[in-house]
């Protein structure tokens, strides 16, 4: 969110850092580091932007779930100079000015990060989306990593039922019918849950599992601003 | 006016551009892609932009005062105009302090975002978009329109809110 002290700021892209970029707000000349939206300088140094939630997903699968929702119309003038579908796909082979080759890891890996209850995890993206269904642990925080029917989008949940005690054990199921409403089951009430998170049959129809916030990055980039972070996915490359 | 008078006028004019030049170079310097940045240089270069909007200014004034000085000095053409060209350029770094190069020359900024239904837009189903939804209202922003222009400040269900890739 762009409000601070209830004044909204409006934000321009001012420069890099490793990488990262940099944003200057007009109001106050403060600059804002993307990644953390944190200001590190200026007036307003210190200050935090609110994250709002928000998915990376497969324009379809959008669609699927929102179809009155509206989307960013492209600049005509600038139009020539946008990027190609797979433009994250082909940055992987671009050289990173800062390293990190822990436990085998690339500057480019595709990560998902999640940081929760304290602790950091990168998610080998490629590992997830050959998964389908993640289980994981952040700090004291069970975690599922869902990848949806496109097989490319990916959402993460806090694994708790409410009103059920215990972390549920979830599975996959319909992998080979994408376009199924349902894709995962749970043990402890043997609801069918879509890729919202939420209860489509069973005993817990109706309810949603809380979503968690995940950014999708380069390992470098992550790594950078989330030291101690952990890594899910990489012993078996 | 005497000698030590007139030198005293290109010495000011001289750190005029010192300075004018130093708030400029340094920030864009440090501050450039495929580069690494340590914290405190880029702390700096952060300040230095930052003050260099009205630091500039300043030393453009002190540098335009200076060459009217020197002028009316009375010294040869050549070096009139030699201190004239330099004051020139110091009016030129206070104009360039105050650019923004990424979005002048790199990125260019989403001014006026606009917005249509799904079906109105050229977007194969495999594109990638960033989602979100406030308020009961939701907002795709494609990926390779963000990719390009980072930055959409946007207001959805009501939520003042910046997306940025």
Not at chain 1, 85 to 106: T, Y
Not at chain 2, 122 to 133: C, G, N, S, Y
Request: glycine share 8%.
């Amino acid at each position: 969110m762009r409000n601070v002290d209830g004044r909204r700021l409006t934000f321009h892209l001012a420069g890099i850092n490793n990488q990262n970029f940099l944003m200057r707000d007009e109001e106050t000349g403060s600059y804002w580091q993307q990644i953390s939206g944190l200001a590190i300088s200026g007036p307003l140094k210190g200050r935090q932007l609110t994250l709002v939630l928000s998915d990376e997903l497969n324009f379809a699968t959008w669609k699927a779930e929102e179809p009155a929702g509206t989307v960013l119309k492209e600049v005509a003038k600038y139009a020539s100079g946008y990027e190609t579908k797979d433009w994250d796909m082909r940055m992987r082979h671009a050289a990173a000015v800062i390293q990190f080759p822990e436990h085998g890891m690339q500057s480019r890996d595709l990560v998902l990060g999640i940081q929760t209850a304290g602790a950091s995890r990168a998610f080998l993206y490629d590992r997830v989306i050959a998964e389908m269904l993640v289980k994981s642990y952040l700090g004291t925080q069970p975690v599922l990593l869902v990848v949806g029917p496109d097989g490319q989008s990916v959402r993460a949940f806090r694994d708790r039922i409410p009103g059920v005690d215990g972390v549920p054990d979830f599975y996959r199921l319909n992998m080979d019918q994408p376009g199924a409403p349902s894709l995962m089951i749970d043990a402890a009430t043997g609801s069918q849950w879509n890729f919202q998170g939420c209860a489509i049959s069973g005993s817990a129809k109706g309810a949603c599992l809380e979503r968690i916030p995940m950014l999708k990055d380069y390992w470098f980039n992550w790594r950078n601003y989330n030291p101690s972070t952990t890594i899910w996915g990489s012993g078996t490359r | 006016m005497s000698f030590s008078a007139r030198t005293r006028w290109i010495l000011v004019l001289l750190a005029c551009l010192a300075v004018s030049l130093a708030s400029v170079a340094y920030p864009l310097y440090v501050i450039r892609p495929f580069r690494a940045q340590g914290a405190r240089e880029l702390a700096a270069a952060l300040v230095i932009s930052r003050i260099g909007r009205v630091l500039t200014v300043v030393s453009a004034l002190a540098a335009v005062a200076a060459a009217i000085a020197y002028w009316r000095a009375r010294a040869p053409m050549f070096r009139r105009i030699s201190v004239a060209a330099g004051a020139v350029l110091v009016c030129v770094l206070a104009v360039l302090a105050r650019a923004n190069f990424y979005e002048l020359l790199l990125f260019h900024p989403l001014e006026h975002p606009e917005f249509a239904a799904a079906a109105d837009v050229r977007l194969d189903d495999d594109d990638k978009v960033i989602a979100v939804k406030i308020g009961g209202s939701a907002r795709a922003y494609p990926i390779r329109e963000m990719a390009y222009h980072h930055v959409a400040n946007d207001v959805v269900g009501g939520t003042a809110l910046a997306a940025t890739y």
